[in-house]
């Protein structure tokens, strides 16, 4: 169980007529030993915060070095990602309008779009 800090005063809900708190969350033994820290994150579309949790894990972490990744640039030929990414510039396409100007559009809608998924290749 992770309890709240009881003199820090940190908020989850907040309505018209008051505010609370999560005193608890509860998990296992094992995930609150390896918490490294808690807060609290704004989420979209609801009155309440969402609690994150961050947590030490033990995995092996490769470094390869100073490389440039490459692209295989065969998937280019393929029709099936071709049709795609077709699909997907049209409806990027028609979402710039709604921006000011060409690198917001870009930054925001075209770097976050995950429709653009290709699953011709593992």
Request: hydrophobic share 40%; charged share 25%; proline share 3%.
């Amino acid at each position: 169980m992770l309890r709240a800090d009881p003199v820090t005063t940190v908020f989850t809900h907040f309505s018209p007529v008051g505010v609370s708190r999560s005193d608890r969350i509860y998990t296992t033994k094992e995930m609150s030993d390896k918490k490294i820290s808690a807060g609290t994150v704004a989420a979209a579309f609801t009155d309440h915060l969402s609690v994150a949790m961050r947590l030490s894990v033990n995995v092996l972490i490769v470094r390869r070095g100073k490389r440039f990744w490459k692209m295989n640039t065969s998937i280019l030929s393929e029709e099936v990602f071709k049709k795609s990414l077709q699909q997907t510039w049209a409806v990027w396409r028609q979402q710039r309008r709604f921006y000011p100007d060409w690198p917001m559009w870009w930054g925001r809608y075209t770097k976050t779009d995950s429709s653009f998924l290709y699953s011709g290749r593992a």
